[in-house]
């Protein structure tokens, strides 16, 4: 059933996935946890900042290769360009939202 959404309503809708008309209903998932905490995840890395005292702690991680986040990829040098990428992505998602914590976690 195809009802219209109300203009309160944020966010899309999963129907097209679930009809198997769509793989997925957007290429990347963000997260906030209070003040502490912001990251992004798209299909294959997921990168998570920490805001420690005054200064920050960052994760990244190859969900193909690890699935489970045991291994912490942010220091690898091969991962800079990942690492900036998704960087750039959680910062800009952070403006488009008005996040009070923009700015914490960029490079």
């Known amino acids: 059933v ?7 309503v944020e966010g899309r809708s ?10 997925a209903a ?11 905490q912001r990251a992004v995840r798209d299909r294959r890395f997921k990168l998570i900042e920490y805001a420690a005292g005054d200064g920050r702690v960052t ?5 193909e290769a690890d699935p ?7 220091c690898a040098p091969e ?3 990942e690492l900036v990428r998704l960087r750039c992505e959680l910062a800009a998602w952070q403006r488009r939202v008005d996040d009070p914590m ?4 960029e490079a």
């Open 68 to 74: 489970w986040e045991t291994a912490n990829l942010a």
């Open 102 to 105: 923009a700015g914490e976690f």
């Open 79 to 81: 991962m800079e360009p």
């Open 2 to 8: 195809d009802l219209p959404a109300p203009d309160t």
């Open 26 to 36: 957007r290429d990347s998932l963000f997260f906030a946890y209070t003040d502490v």
């Open 14 to 23: 999963l129907a097209p996935v679930v009809r198997g008309e769509a793989e």
């Open 59 to 63: 994760q990244l991680f190859d969900l």
